[in-house]
Every structure is written in C-alpha cells, then in structure tokens.
C-alpha cells in the first residue's frame, strides 16, 4: 500500500513538473511556453504602411521623400495600384527604396485578379488548380527577372486576412516554390494570427525550412474611439487584449524558422462618419512598440501614413463603406503630432536594433510572472520584462512600461553583484548591486545589457 501512495506521489509530482506554467518560478528555457527564438532578432524593420497616398495620385515628390527619410523608417509597404507619369506607385516606390537602401517587398497578384479585393490573398485567391505550381512559378520567376536588378526588391508580399482554411494548401505550395525560385527573400503574410481557423496548419503552410526566414505581420488595433486617454482600468484591460494577442504569436513562432513584424496603430479612423478608431498618444504608441519588442517581434510597421479615404465596395463595385484615415501626415501631406512621435520612437529603436539583432528572444512576462531563475524581477504593477541572449543563457533585459499617463521610476531587482549599462543612454544603470531604479517614460520601455 506505501509503495502505491509513494508511486502515485511520484507521478504527481512528474505531470506537474511537466505541465506547471513558468509564472514566478523556475523552470528549464525549453519547457517556457515562448522563447528561445528559432532565429535571431535580426535588425529592426521600421516600415510603414501606404506611404505614396491614396486613389490616383502617386504622392512620392521631393518633400514626401524627404519626410520618409526624416521619420527614421527602413521600408516601404503597401502602395496604392497606381499609375501617374512617373510609372507605376510600386515601380516608383522601388526606385526610391533602392536610393535609400530600404527594403520593398513587392506585391503578388494571381491571374484575373479584381480591383475591388483589397487585395485578399494575392498569392491564390482560390484553391490550388491543377496548373497551380506552374502558375506560381512563371510569376515568380517574373518577378524577380523584374525586379532583380533592383536593390531595395525585399521579398514577396503574398496575403492579407485570407482566413480561410481551404486556401492553406494553395499558401504552402506558393511558399516552398519562392523558396525554389529565390531564397533569398522572405515571403510576407499579413493578418490577425487569432483570426486564422485551424492555425496551427495555417503556420505550418507559411513557415518552411530553407531560405530567408518568412515574416507574419501580425495586425491588432485596441485603440477604439471610446477607449479612455488616461491609464486605468478601461485603457489597462485594452493593453491586456493587445499583450494576449502578441503573446500568442510568441507561442505560435516558437521553434519555428520565421520571424513576425507588429503593425502598429497610428491612425485615426472614421467609418461612414463616425469614430471607428481614435488616433493614439504618443506614449500609446510607445507602448505598442516595447510590449511588441518584449514578446519577441523583430520589426515595427506603422498603420498608417497618409490620411485619406478609403472606398470598399461589393463585388459588383458598388459602395459597401467610406473610411477616413487620418494617418502620420495630413491630407495637405504635413506631418501630424503623431508623425514626430514615430520619429523620436524610431531613432530609439534604431540604437537598439544593433544590440538586438544577433540575440535570440527568450521570454516575456509581466513582471509578477517572471521566472526565478532571470537575472531580473520587478513587484511593480503595469511593468512588464523581456529576456534576450544566446541559446544558453539571458544578457539582455527590456523593461517595458504599461502605464500610458505617468513617466515612472520602476524599482528592478537584479542578480546579486551584478552590473548593468543602458543601451539608449550608453551609461551604467546599475554597478555590482542587487537593485535599482530605472526612469522610463510613460508607455516607454529600456534596454539593459548585463556587462561581463
């Protein structure tokens, strides 16, 4: 009988151990529901979305180029299907990206494609015929005998929200044959990642060994029009839905050969005359950024840049809803408070692209929920921590703070003896100590380098 209770003990003690969450505990890297990263970091991609305008008129002069150089950004995406004197807005936008040393990818539209798609899943509408694979790679060779000669030609923007499962195979197929054709380049699929129906099939279509790792730009905007500007309970539970969605792409990209991108909301937006979206604070739009950073995101895109309007219509043509952007310049093209928040955000993250780019994501928590075994914990309420280092262990934390009306001094307790620097300011934070305080701007966030 003591051999029996002593056995179901054991096992007990076994299926906890292998199921236990890693919250405010210790726990082996591998067994972390997010982290270690497949990949590393990589550099930062700044991009932002529809940068040339909306309708028919290509908006890339000297003064729309000069501000795009200005906001500190590394890539183009989403141009309107355009044609002016200067060619087509992609072609143009091409150019200048090339001029620049920026990355486009380019768009992927299938055969018959309609104006009125908004451009849903260019790489194939429908499912996978019996001419597909020679389809997909006479475009993609194409393609890249088009493009080829040009420097800023950066992969291969291939969907946007096609959330239906049957075209998953049609995702597959068209993915292994760029592989094929160019590896190079990575191939680009935009949507909600909760969105996507059977998503671990979806994932597996998308992500494939070989080659330049694929991106998921992943799309979530909290910022409603009713969504209360001060930090409380209204703004904190919208945080939490953001924070839920950027974990779970964390989970789902976990040992998988890719990286994701998160899509920022800087507009405003109105649907047939009422606020649908209200354009984001400064510091909200930090927020985004560091709370993307901290699960594990290796780039930033910025919806959206020109303010304008946006017709959707039905099948036929006809006028389904009138959207109003209002985006990071006006509809004069002048830059809006939010386009300098952008700026001062982007040269930040510029400086720590450096740091980040050869280190692999290892987790990110609120700070009530780290590990124990990380070299960094915090009691503070709205802070939360990410870890980042080499596949053995953490030398890099990001202190993220979620409160979007206050700058804060955020107490940090730190591995005994340990001595810290502070990327951005490139000073020491902390000299063999066991704390410290730490000054974040509100919705900011601070990268710390553990020095040997």
Known sequence: MMRATLLIIWLAAVFAAGVAPARGGQSPLAERAAGPSAVPVGEL???????????????????????????????LQWLQRAVDDGGSAEAQAMAFASDQ?????????????????KLHNWAARDEAGADFDEQVTARAQALV???????????????????RASAYDALGRTVRILRDVDSLRP????????????????????????????????EHYVFRGKVPTTWGTGLRQRVNALV?????????????????????QVQGEDRDGEV???????????????????????GIVYFLYSSGEEVIRHADGSVRQRRLY????????????????VRDLNAMLATLSQTLAPL???GGYEAKDVPADEPVTSAAADVDLAFFGDRSQTTHVLVVNRNTSEDRSIELSVRPGTSWLDIAAGEVAAFEADRMALKVWAGGFRLLALRP
């Open 101 to 117: 040393g920026w990355a486009l990818p380019v768009y992927y539209e299938p055969p018959g494609f309609s104006p009125y798609d």
């Open 45 to 75: 991609t700044l991009s932002v979305w529809l940068p040339a305008g909306f309708g028919d008129d290509v908006q890339l002069g000297a003064d729309d180029q000069q501000r795009l150089v200005d906001l500190g950004i590394n890539q």
């Open 244 to 264: 839920g969605s950027y974990e779970g792409v964390a989970r789902d990209l976990r040992d998988r050969e890719g990286r994701w991108h998160a899509i920022v």
């Open 326 to 341: 209002h985006g990071l310049v006006d509809l004069a093209r002048q830059p809006t408070p939010a386009y300098a928040a």
């Open 360 to 362: 692999y994501f290892r």
């Open 276 to 298: 649908y979206y209200r354009q984001p604070s400064a510091a909200e739009i930090r927020l985004q950024a560091g709370l993307a950073l901290s699960r594990g995101a290796s």
């Open 145 to 163: 005998s088009h493009w080829s000669g040009a420097s800023g030609f950066g992969g291969y923007l291939i969907g946007h929200e096609d959330y």
């Open 187 to 218: 191939a680009v699929v935009v949507g909600r990642l909760d969105s996507y129906p059977k998503r671990q099939r979806f994932l597996e279509a998308f992500f494939v060994e070989g080659g330049e790792a694929n991106i998921f730009q992943h």
